[in-house]
């Protein structure tokens, strides 16, 4: 195609290469890694043997194993985790070229795929994420490139490559908890699609999704109790409710019934979340579920939507205080000093130890501090502020109902439940910009789409 500068095997490499190069001094300046509180975790449970799936396995398990050969081969888990980090910039950098790639195939504007380049490369959630030990960033990138296969095979004709979709959307599941949500969905509506108009059913797609549901369901049903590895509670998917409840219990305690209070204790600590009730974080409530028992779960439910008629506003304050920075775009300056996935520090409370040389202790501080700086800049605000890139696959979505242009609308269902699923997340100020990663991520190829149609 006119405007490009080599053939597209040429473009896939070299593309490639420029993103790993720009994006490994994140990767060195901060050695041995950037480690998010969570990732830390999941490497020692996986060191001590106490993995549950309330963090993914396969991601505590890739992690893990860097960790473990850096032990055992070289005495270091420095250099174990040092080495995850440049393999996962590596394949996250192979991923965005090849994101770049599929623009070019569906015919974008030169101009605009050139653009996206400069994007991946020098905007800080991209690298930030990518070169961090974090269970957000692989995930996000299997996502995207779970997306560029599923867009391929709708918009492309000749492209057939059911195969590769069944087991990307297998890593997306694996990967984070959610990820089954976002191949459920597009299963969902794929077939919801088909009842109304037969010609939409891709039956291809249908068999690649469905088969990529049944190796989960054995996965997470089968294999991992086989394991001996515990699922995760419930209670992760119940942030919302959870949060309105503790707010309704510290703000209007006397209103609760005897009975209702009773109902609630069966599944939360009334006390504990009417006393520890933090607005901007559901953990602490999330940490007092207690029940395995659904009739109980349903009753809750039951008090849980009777008072939700009564207290609108309550109901109303507690969703808003808890997910707003993942709407309204100033939120982003009141968040965490956490910025763009630049993680300072580095846990060292359990088995396993890794150590900050003293000469990067200041480096990686001042990389934090320049990152959020450059952040702020006008051109790049933008693409970092998470509430403005939520809005976007929002905007392209009501274009594409209006334009009734079916096939971008099922493109975008990915995204619509990478934003359902930050709006039902645990936190936004608490460092909960990485929930909209997978959104982010796709934002780049779903604004080309619409461009190009």
């Known amino acids: 195609m006119g405007g490009y500068i080599c053939s597209e095997k040429k473009q896939f490499y070299l593309v490639a290469v420029i993103l790993a190069i720009c994006w490994m001094p994140y990767v060195i300046l901060r050695y041995p890694a950037g480690f998010e509180c969570d990732a830390y975790h999941q490497i020692a449970d996986f060191l001590e043997g ?12 890739s992690m893990g194993i860097f960790v473990l050969a850096g032990q055992n081969l070289l005495g270091s888990a420095n250099i174990g985790i040092f080495v995850y980090c440049i393999v ?11 994101a770049a790639l599929v623009m070019r195939r569906l015919k974008m504007p030169v101009l605009f795929v050139y653009m ?22 692989p995930f996000s990138c299997a996502v995207l490139l779970f997306v560029l296969l599923v ?7 000749c492209f057939d490559k059911g195969f590769f979709i069944a087991i990307t959307g297998f890593i997306v ?4 908890n959610n990820g089954i949500f976002i191949v459920g969905g597009l299963l969902i509506v794929l077939v919801i699609a088909s009842l109304f108009k037969k010609s939409f059913l891709e039956k291809k797609l249908f068999f690649s999704l469905f088969a990529c549901a049944l190796i989960y ?12 590895i515990k699922g995760t509670s419930e209670a992760e998917a119940l942030s919302v409710p959870f949060q309105q409840t503790a707010r309704l219990a510290t703000w209007r305690r006397s209103e609760i019934s005897d009975k209702d209070a ?20 559901s953990d602490v409530v999330k940490g007092t579920y207690h029940s395995d028992d659904i009739g109980k779960l349903l009753k809750y439910f039951g008090v849980w939507l009777k008072e939700g008629f009564r207290n609108p506003d309550i109901y109303l304050d507690a969703f808003l205080h808890n997910s707003i920075g993942f709407m309204y775009p100033d939120i982003r300056m009141g968040n965490s000093p956490v910025v763009s996935g630049m993680y300072g520090q580095v846990w060292n409370d359990r088995m396993v130890q890794f150590i900050v040389p003293d000469s990067l202790y200041k480096v990686r ?21 998470v509430a403005i890139q939520l809005w976007i696959p929002i905007g392209i979505l009501f274009w594409a109902i209006q334009r009734k242009n079916y096939k971008l609308i099922f493109l975008l269902i990915p995204s619509v439940i990478g934003i359902m699923v930050c709006l039902a997340s645990p936190t936004y100020m608490n460092n909960g910009a990485r929930y909209a990663l997978p959104v982010i991520y796709t934002n780049m190829l779903m604004v080309g789409i619409a461009i190009a149609m």
């Open 116 to 137: 996206s380049v400069i994007v991946f490369a020098l905007v800080p959630n991209y690298p930030g994420y990518i070169t961090s030990v974090v269970k957000d960033a």
């Open 262 to 281: 009773e109902i609630i204790n069966d599944v939360l600590s009334l006390d504990i979340i009417s006393t520890e009730y933090d607005p901007e974080l």
């Open 217 to 228: 369901m054995f996965y997470s049903s089968a294999l991992l109790p086989a394991l001996g």
């Open 173 to 176: 599941c694996i990967l984070r």
């Open 365 to 385: 501080e001042d990389i934090k501090d320049n990152v959020s700086a450059y952040e702020n800049f006008p051109i790049i605000f933008p693409f970092v502020n």
């Open 88 to 98: 996962q910039t590596i394949i996250g950098a192979f991923i965005f070229s090849y």
């Open 50 to 61: 106490t993995m549950t799936n309330h963090w993914p396995v396969a991601s505590s398990v």
């Open 151 to 157: 867009v391929q095979q709708v918009l492309e004709e």
